[in-house]
């Protein structure tokens, strides 16, 4: 069509209409960032002369994303939960915050609710033929080295077929399988004794991976096992750990991987008398420093829907 009309007084006029901008009635910040990313679609439809069928194309998209229920999985995919990760490193940064178990993303299959235990929790509920057992432990300390007694560990993984309880399209796994959350005692110490996990896929037919095949990219993550840590007086650490040795992880199509999220396996006996499914088990410590508030606030709190159940 090669026209340029974004500036026009008729677009202008309407992008400031359609997001009430100068209305009285509203939420003023949700009418600035829709006028912004309004505008910011407008103008991408100009520069790249994009077409009326792809603008259909684009809301029909839409519709499946939200019929698929992905729309979190997307965030991921297209790196919108590594930027924000970005920024609030960059934020650290820029107040002189050093230091502290590097965060990462929180994916979408979080369940809030799992039974807190002291010291120690066996979160293997359901059998898994496939999976060795393996023990995760670490001690949560502040920045000078100091155990922080009372912080809540809250642990999740996939199981062997790369499917979270909850969300597991097969109906195969109890809600709280490979779930659970640890309260420290004065020697800062957690741990949970569970199977080790493997990877995941997007589903094949679904919303995300229909765009990242448009995009000739793969929808693939290595085995990972994923962390909320609180503390009184510390700032929530949202964190998790890949599995060493997988040859996803420095291909994760949700950019989760850092240098200091890949804790040595070693192999261990003994798993007996710990009650796991055999007595060789592997073995991941997982050391947790969690760091001060920042002007007394908690900034790394993210309010966002998640899953929910009474245990």
Same mark, same amino acid.
């Given at each position: 069509m090669n026209v340029k009309v974004f500036e026009t007084n008729e677009v202008q006029d309407l992008l400031t209409a359609a997001s009430n901008l100068a209305g009285k009635e509203g939420n003023a910040r949700f009418q600035q960032i829709a006028h912004r990313l309004l505008g910011d679609l407008?103008?991408?439809?100009?520069?790249?002369?994009?077409?009326?069928?792809?603008?259909?194309?684009?809301?029909?998209?839409?519709?499946?994303?939200?019929?698929?229920?992905?729309?979190?999985?997307?965030?991921?995919?297209?790196?919108?939960?590594?930027?924000?990760?970005?920024?609030?490193?960059?934020?650290?940064?820029?107040?002189?915050?050093?230091?502290? #178990?590097?965060?990462?993303? &929180?994916?979408? /299959?979080?369940? $809030?609710?799992?039974?807190?235990? *002291? =010291?120690?929790?066996?979160?293997?509920?359901?059998?898994?033929?496939?999976?060795?057992?393996?023990?995760i432990r670490g001690t949560v300390t502040d920045l000078q080295g100091?155990?922080?007694?009372?912080?809540?560990?809250?642990?999740?993984?996939?199981?062997?077929?790369?499917?979270?309880?909850?969300?597991?399209? #097969?109906?195969?796994?109890? &809600?709280?399988? /490979?779930?659970? $959350?640890?309260?420290?005692?004065? *020697? =800062?110490?957690?741990?949970?004794?569970?199977?080790?996990?493997?990877?995941?896929?997007?589903?094949?037919?679904g919303a995300t991976q229909q765009l990242l095949n448009a995009l000739g990219r793969h929808g693939n993550r290595p085995a990972h096992v994923h962390f909320f840590v609180t503390s009184d007086d510390h700032r929530k650490l949202t964190t998790q750990f890949n599995i060493e040795g997988d040859p996803l992880i420095w291909d994760d199509f949700a950019y989760a991987t850092r240098e200091e999220l890949i804790p040595s396996v070693t192999e261990k006996t003994g798993g007996a008398a710990l009650g796991l499914k055999a007595d060789t088990y592997q073995d991941i410590e997982f050391n947790l420093t969690l760091t001060p508030l920042v002007q007394g606030k908690d900034n790394q709190i993210v309010h966002r829907p998640r899953a929910s159940i009474a245990a």
């Open positions: 407008f103008k991408a439809i100009d520069d790249l002369d994009i077409t009326p069928d792809e603008v259909w194309a684009g809301v029909s998209y839409l519709n499946k994303l939200g019929q698929d229920g992905e729309a979190a999985l997307l965030a991921a995919g297209i790196g919108l939960e590594k930027y924000l990760d970005i920024r609030l490193d960059a934020a650290d940064k820029a107040v002189g915050l050093e230091g502290g #178990t590097p965060r990462t993303i &929180e994916g979408p /299959l979080y369940v $809030a609710g799992a039974p807190a235990r *002291d =010291g120690v929790s066996r979160i293997d509920i359901d059998p898994d033929a496939q999976a060795g057992p393996l023990v100091k155990p922080l007694a009372g912080a809540l560990v809250e642990c999740w993984h996939a199981n062997s077929k790369g499917f979270y309880s909850h969300f597991d399209p #097969t109906g195969a796994q109890t &809600e709280f399988n /490979l779930r659970g $959350a640890v309260r420290t005692g004065s *020697d =800062g110490k957690y741990e949970f004794r569970t199977l080790m996990p493997v990877g995941y896929g997007c589903p094949p037919h």
